[in-house]
């Protein structure tokens, strides 16, 4: 389990697509003591198993599934990722509970500043617009956020500054 509080970014150092998995490395830009294989990390909310360390790098694996509702498929060396560890009992919830297992895929329509926010407006599959209520939480990229409108396929969050900042959200395009 998550809580969709992004704890820091780390950088793809290896992304090789075969026979439709992925094989991830990733460097966490933060510190944090080495995660343990087999250990869950959220990558841009999706969970994952640390399969082990090389260097400072992380090795991850997504399968097929995975990669046909997630845009992990898109990575490549270079890329930020969002990280989040897995929760251990005790520890505050600031987000909301989220489990990494991804639902489906959201296409950004827009970004608008509102003062020092940032407002966007996603599109998605009209079948999961029931899961999506106004003032309700929803993960986007590994980030809780508050659900500000919603209609059939389509919903708008907040973006405040700090969120904006520390996570992929900035390069949101």
């Known amino acids: 389990m998550f809580t969709g509080l992004v ?3 780390g950088t793809v150092t290896a992304a090789v697509l075969t026979g439709g998995q ?14 343990l294989q087999g250990e869950s990390v959220a990558v841009n909310g999706a969970c994952l198993s640390v399969e082990g360390w090389e260097g400072g790098s992380f090795r991850a694996y997504a399968s097929a599934e995975t990669l046909t509702c997630t845009m992990l498929g898109a990575l490549s060396r270079g890329d930020e990722v969002n990280l989040e560890r ?22 950004l329509e827009s970004v608008s500043e509102r003062g020092a926010s940032h407002c966007c407006r996603f599109s998605f599959p009209e079948e999961w617009s029931r899961q999506i209520i106004a003032k309700g939480s929803v993960t986007l990229g590994g980030i809780s956020l508050t659900v500000n409108a919603c209609g059939p396929g389509w919903l708008e969050v907040n973006i ?13 395009r």
């Open 86 to 107: 897995a929760l251990s009992l005790g520890d505050r919830l600031g987000g909301h509970l989220v489990s990494g297992h991804v639902d489906t895929l959201a296409v």
């Open 22 to 35: 992925l094989r991830l490395g990733i460097r966490p830009h933060f510190s944090w003591e080495k995660a």
């Open 160 to 172: 405040i500054p700090e969120t904006w900042n520390a996570t992929i959200a900035r390069y949101w």
């Open 7 to 9: 704890q820091g970014l």
